[in-house]
């Protein structure tokens, strides 16, 4: 068995030479460069190269400073490299192979009351275009439920951008006629993620933080570039550059959406009052991450400590979960916010919202104080 493992691992090496000799020699307007390099190398974490390099420098053998270290093998690394396949994780194999599997490589970087693999997020289908022609979607809330209405910002300074990557995402209770989750999508602004964040931007207001509100269709916008669901990041990387070009005070930006999960996820009875459970949505694949993960880890232990359990958690992106940089390259102060899912109702939203905005005031006249 070592021989025939020994006798693939010289085969691969052997292609990899002669692959670098034909790159190099045969077409030299293709060479490796160390971005290539670094690309490739980026898979691995820190103890699987470690381990690696243990193997040919002495210097990088940790065994002897602590025994429970386990090196991956060579072969496992080669695999990895290669193909994207971890042999010891059985979610490498399926993560591309079965519609929704790749959810489960999405990383708790904090995990809420109860997140765990089986009550990670879902990400919403895009909208069906009949579904949101549908009239219907736009003239039925509960009588109860008081829909928010932008406010004048009279603030010296805006320093908060909200805006929404899907602004179709909306919520089952507040549209006429629909039970289907999958189908929880309308473009009237009162009924879906936009009076999310109306309602975010009043009470940021009130508490004396300028705030702009981006309430763009992005549905709309995207059929006049003739664009696909898939760009819509794309489409707001626009929207929001402009904005911070007009405003380069506008430096926390916070884009909203709502999950997919059912109720019993995704809400939360504290002190008698229901709240829609929020959380935070980091992309690794830009350069401000470790600042964006500080931020949502900053974040979300104020609010645990206001009301535990409010948060599910903190969850990191790369390229192969979603988006994988949704747009945070743009500032060190960007967090994608998920408030409540499908099923949660504009009274346990409200609650959740007018919490965030009071921990999120205090925090931004924290570090307010410290740069001043």
């Known amino acids: 068995m070592i021989r025939k493992v020994n006798g693939y691992l010289l085969a691969i090496i052997l292609v990899m030479y002669f692959s670098i000799f034909l790159i190099n020699y045969l077409k030299l307007d293709i060479k490796l460069s160390s971005d290539i390099v670094s690309t490739s190398t980026k898979q691995l974490d820190a103890d699987m190269l470690s381990s690696l390099l243990a193997n040919e420098i002495v210097q990088f053998?940790?065994?002897?400073?602590?025994?429970?270290?386990?090196?991956?093998?060579?072969?496992?690394?080669?695999?990895?490299?290669?193909?994207?396949?971890w042999p010891n994780d059985i979610r490498t194999f399926l993560g591309r192979e079965l519609v929704g599997f790749s959810q489960f490589n999405t990383e708790i970087a904090?995990?809420?009351?109860?997140?765990?693999?089986?009550?990670?997020?879902?990400?919403?289908p895009p909208p069906?275009?009949?579904?949101?022609?549908?009239?219907?979607?736009?003239?039925?809330?509960?009588?109860?439920?008081?829909?928010?209405?932008?406010?004048?910002?009279?603030?010296?300074?805006?320093?908060?951008?909200?805006?929404?990557?899907h602004s179709w995402e909306a919520f089952l209770p507040q549209l006429s006629g629909v039970t289907n989750p999958n189908q929880a999508s309308s473009l009237d602004e009162t009924r879906n993620v936009i009076q999310v964040g109306t309602q975010l931007q009043n009470e940021l207001l009130?508490?004396?933080?300028?705030?702009?509100?981006?309430?763009?269709?992005?549905?709309?916008?995207?059929?006049?570039?003739?664009?696909?669901?898939?760009?819509s990041y794309s489409l707001t990387r626009e929207i929001v550059q402009?904005?911070?070009a007009k405003e380069n005070s506008l430096v926390y930006l916070i884009d909203i959406h709502r999950d997919s999960?059912?109720?019993?996820?995704?809400?939360?009875?504290?002190?008698?009052?229901?709240?829609?459970?929020?959380?935070?949505?980091?992309?690794?694949?830009?350069?401000?991450?470790?600042?964006?993960?500080?931020?949502?880890?900053?974040?979300?232990?104020?609010?645990?400590?206001?009301?535990?359990?409010?948060?599910?958690?903190?969850?990191?992106?790369?390229?192969?979960?979603?988006?994988?940089?949704?747009?945070?390259?743009?500032?060190?102060?960007?967090i994608l916010l998920e408030f409540g899912g499908v099923d949660n109702t504009q009274k346990e939203l409200s609650n959740t919202v007018e919490k965030f905005a009071e921990v999120f005031s205090e925090y931004y006249k924290q570090v307010e104080e410290v740069n001043n």
């Open 206 to 231: 009130e508490r004396g933080i300028g705030t702009e509100h981006s309430t763009t269709n992005v549905t709309a916008e995207l059929k006049k570039k003739g664009w696909g669901y898939s760009q």
């Open 261 to 334: 999960q059912a109720r019993k996820i995704t809400t939360l009875n504290y002190d008698g009052l229901e709240y829609a459970r929020l959380f935070f949505v980091v992309g690794k694949e830009n350069k401000n991450y470790e600042r964006n993960l500080k931020l949502a880890k900053d974040l979300n232990e104020r609010l645990e400590n206001k009301i535990p359990g409010i948060s599910r958690g903190v969850f990191v992106k790369s390229k192969d979960e979603g988006n994988g940089v949704y747009n945070q390259d743009l500032s060190s102060n960007s």
């Open 110 to 124: 904090i995990a809420g009351k109860g997140t765990n693999l089986a009550t990670l997020p879902i990400e919403s």
């Open 242 to 244: 402009e904005a911070t």
């Open 61 to 85: 053998n940790l065994s002897d400073v602590n025994k429970e270290i386990v090196k991956p093998s060579i072969l496992n690394g080669v695999v990895w490299v290669t193909s994207n396949i």
């Open 128 to 165: 069906n275009d009949a579904i949101l022609l549908n009239d219907s979607n736009k003239n039925s809330s509960s009588n109860e439920e008081k829909i928010e209405t932008p406010k004048k910002d009279t603030t010296d300074k805006k320093v908060v951008y909200i805006y929404h990557t």
